[in-house]
C-alpha cells in the first residue's frame, strides 16, 4: 500500500466514515437515496473518479451530485465517463465494491483496483464536479472534492449546473474544444445561437406560436432556463413557473416531469391556459415532456415518445433533402408506447431497437448508428451523430456538385447537430429542438399529437420488502424472478385487448414499477392494478 492511499483511508475514517451498514449500488443512474446515507459514497465516488481519470490516460472524468426526479430528501451521484457517456459498466461493479467495503477495508479495496486495472499513481488525473440545488448537494459536493483532493486529482468544481451541461463540459474538455469550450457561456451560446439561426426572422409560422408556459420543477433548470430566455429573446418567449429554488421541500414537489408523465396531470403552480404548449423538466433538467389542458379541461401528454416520433420524423426528411446516404436508427425502451412504436416502424421505415431502461442503455445502441435518435418514454434522450455523419457534412458542404437545395438541406443538419446536446438526454437542448421542429413544420400542440394516437397506459410503483427479487429479462419485458411471476401477468394481459405489462425493478427508488396498456384507459388501469396485485402477492409487496 502506498502513502497516498494510507491517507485516503486515514481522512475517511476521520472526516467521511461509512455511517451505516445499508448496501447501495451503482443502479440506473449511479448512487440514489436518502441523502443522509450517501457521505462516505460520495467521499469514495471522488476518489473513484481520479482513479477513473488515471485509467482513461488522465482525461477528465465527470461527477454529479444530483438525485434528479426523486424526492428532495434524497440525493445521488453518478460519474461521468470522458466522451460525456456515463460510466463504463464494469467499473459501476468497482463503484459498487467500493462504496459498501468497510472503512478498515477501504486500502485494501483502493489497491485492488490500482493493481488490477495497471493504474499509474504517480500521474495526475482531473476530475469536474457539478451539483444541483438540493440542500444536501453542497456538503456532498464538498465530500467529492475531499475524495478527488486524497488522490491529489486537478478539480474543477462548477457549482450549480444541469446534469447535462456537466456531461457537456467533459465532452469540451476532452475533445480539446471541438465540442464547444467548456464553460456556462458556451454552453448557452452554442445552442441558442443554433437555435436562432433556424428559426429565421419569422417567429410566428402557421399555427405554431413562439409562447411556451415552462414548469422548472423548482430545480436547477429553472436557473439555466433563464439563461437560454434571455439569449433567444423574442423568437421564444418562454413563461418560467416553478422556480423556487431556495424554498425548502418544493422540489419535484406536484411538479416537474416525473410527476406529469406518472400523474398524467399539469403540475401544481403553473396557470392552466386552455391549448397553451407547456413543457416540465424534472429536478436536474435531463428529461422534458410537454402538455396541454383542452377547452374542455381534459388533460394531453406528450411524452418522450411523443418528442421522439416527432424529431424522428423532422430529421428523416433533413437527412433525404441532403442526398446524404445515412443510416438512422431509434432506440426506445419497454415502457413505449405501442403506438409510438408502430407508427415509428411503419409509417416512417426507423429501424427500432428496444433495450433496457437507462439512458446509459440506450446511448450505448444509439451510437451504432449513423444517427441514432433515443428517448424514454419518461422524457428522457437526445440525439447522437456519429463522426462519419459529420466528416461527411463537413465535405459535402464545400462540394461544388451539390444542389441549392442539397445545401440548404445541409446546413439545416449542421446547426441541428448544434442545437442538440449529443452527450446525453437534454431537457432544455430538447425542448429547444422540439420548438425548432414545430416551428419549422407551422404547427401547434394538437397537430403534434393527432400524428398518432397513444395507446391508453398507466404506470404504478408497487413497495416491495426487497426490489431486487424482481428480475427480468428481453429489454425488461419478462421477469425470471420470482418463479411463476410471468407466467400470471401473461395470464392477465390475454384477458385485454391490445393488453400489455410488465414489471421491472427501480433502479432510482425503492419500488418495483408496474407498467401497463390497452385498448381504454380503464382496462389500462384495471390491468396495471391486476399486474401490481401479483407483485404484492409474489414478489414480496408491502401493504401499504
Ligand atoms: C434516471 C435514468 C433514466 C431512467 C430513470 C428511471 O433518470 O437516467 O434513464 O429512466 O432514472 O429509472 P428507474 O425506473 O430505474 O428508477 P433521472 O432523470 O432520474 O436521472
Known amino acids: 500500500m502506498t502513502t497516498l492511499q494510507k491517507s485516503v483511508t486515514a481522512i475517511a475514517a476521520k ?136 488522490l491529489s486529482g486537478i478539480v474543477k468544481d462548477y457549482g450549480i449546473v444541469t446534469t447535462p451541461m456537466l456531461h457537456f463540459f467533459v465532452t469540451c474538455q476532452n475533445t480539446n474544444e471541438a465540442y464547444g469550450k467548456a464553460t456556462a457561456d458556451s454552453y448557452i451560446k452554442k445552442i441558442s445561437s443554433a437555435f436562432l439561426k433556424l428559426r429565421g426572422d419569422t417567429y410566428e409560422k402557421g399555427k405554431y406560436k413562439p409562447e411556451i408556459q415552462f414548469d422548472g420543477a423548482n430545480g436547477v433548470g429553472s ?8 439569449a433567444i429573446g423574442d423568437a421564444l418567449k418562454i413563461n418560467i413557473n416553478n422556480d423556487r429554488v431556495n424554498e425548502l421541500g418544493v422540489l419535484n414537489k406536484d411538479c416537474g416531469a416525473e410527476y406529469v408523465k406518472t400523474q398524467q396531470k399539469p403540475p401544481k403552480g403553473v396557470a392552466v391556459v386552455a391549448n397553451a404548449r407547456c413543457v416540465s423538466v424534472d429536478g436536474d433538467a435531463d428529461r422534458v415532456v410537454y402538455y396541454y389542458v383542452d377547452a374542455d379541461d381534459k388533460f394531453h401528454l406528450l411524452d418522450g415518445d411523443r418528442i421522439a416520433t416527432l424529431v424522428a420524423g423532422y ?18 425502451t419497454a415502457y413505449a408506447n405501442g403506438s409510438s412504436t408502430a407508427y415509428i416502424s411503419e409509417k ?50 464545400t462540394n461544388p456538385s451539390s444542389t441549392k437545395s442539397q445545401l440548404a438541406a445541409m446546413k439545416e443538419l449542421a446547426l441541428l447537430i448544434n442545437l442538440i446536446n449529443e452527450t446525453v438526454g437534454d431537457a432544455l437542448s430538447d425542448m429547444l429542438l422540439v420548438e425548432t421542429v414545430l416551428h419549422a413544420r ?38 425470471t424472478s420470482p418463479a411463476g411471476v410471468q407466467d400470471a401477468i401473461d395470464e392477465v394481459v390475454k384477458k385485454f385487448k391490445n393488453g400489455r405489462s410488465f414489471i421491472r425493478a427501480s433502479g432510482t427508488e425503492d419500488v418495483v414499477r408496474v407498467y401497463a396498456e390497452a385498448d381504454t384507459q380503464e382496462n389500462a388501469d384495471h390491468l396495471a392494478n391486476l399486474v401490481k396485485k401479483i407483485v404484492e402477492e409474489m414478489a414480496g409487496g408491502i401493504n401499504q
Open 348 to 397: 416512417l421505415n426507423v429501424p427500432v431497437a428496444c433495450v433496457s431502461t437507462g439512458v446509459k442503455n440506450l446511448h450505448r445502441k444509439a451510437v451504432e448508428f449513423d444517427i441514432g435518435i433515443y428517448f424514454e418514454a419518461n422524457g428522457h434522450g437526445t440525439i447522437t451523430f456519429s463522426d462519419k455523419v459529420k466528416d461527411k457534412l463537413d465535405r459535402e458542404l
Open 223 to 230: 436557473v439555466i432556463i433563464k439563461d437560454f430566455a434571455k
Open 315 to 332: 430529421i428523416m426528411e433533413v437527412v433525404k433533402k441532403t442526398g446524404l446516404e445515412v443510416n438512422l436508427g431509434l432506440v426506445q
Open 15 to 150: 472526516n467521511h466514515p461509512k455511517n451505516h451498514s445499508k448496501t447501495i449500488q451503482y443502479g440506473t443512474a449511479g448512487f440514489r437515496t436518502v441523502a443522509t446515507d450517501l457521505d462516505h459514497v460520495v467521499f469514495r465516488m471522488g476518489v473513484l473518479s481520479v482513479l477513473r481519470s488515471l485509467k482513461c490516460n488522465c482525461q477528465t472524468i465527470g461527477l454529479m451530485i444530483t438525485a434528479s426526479h426523486n424526492k428532495e430528501e434524497d440525493n445521488g451521484v453518478k460519474i461521468v465517463d470522458p466522451m460525456g457517456e456515463m460510466l463504463e459498466q464494469s467499473w459501476e461493479e468497482l463503484a459498487t465494491e467500493l462504496a459498501n467495503v468497510g472503512d478498515d477495508k477501504l486500502d485494501t479495496v483502493i489497491n485492488d483496483i490500482v493493481e488490477k486495472q495497471n493504474i499509474d499513481l504517480s500521474k495526475t488525473g482531473s476530475v469536474f464536479v457539478g451539483q444541483d440545488t438540493r440542500p444536501s448537494s453542497d456538503s456532498l459536493a464538498r465530500a467529492a472534492l475531499t475524495g478527488i483532493a486524497a
Open 442 to 479: 407551422g404547427w401547434n400542440i394538437q397537430d403534434w399529437e393527432n400524428t398518432y394516437e397513444d395507446l391508453p397506459n398507466r404506470l404504478l410503483k408497487v413497495i416491495v420488502k426487497d426490489r431486487n427479487v424482481v428480475e427480468t429479462t428481453d429489454a425488461n419485458r419478462k421477469c
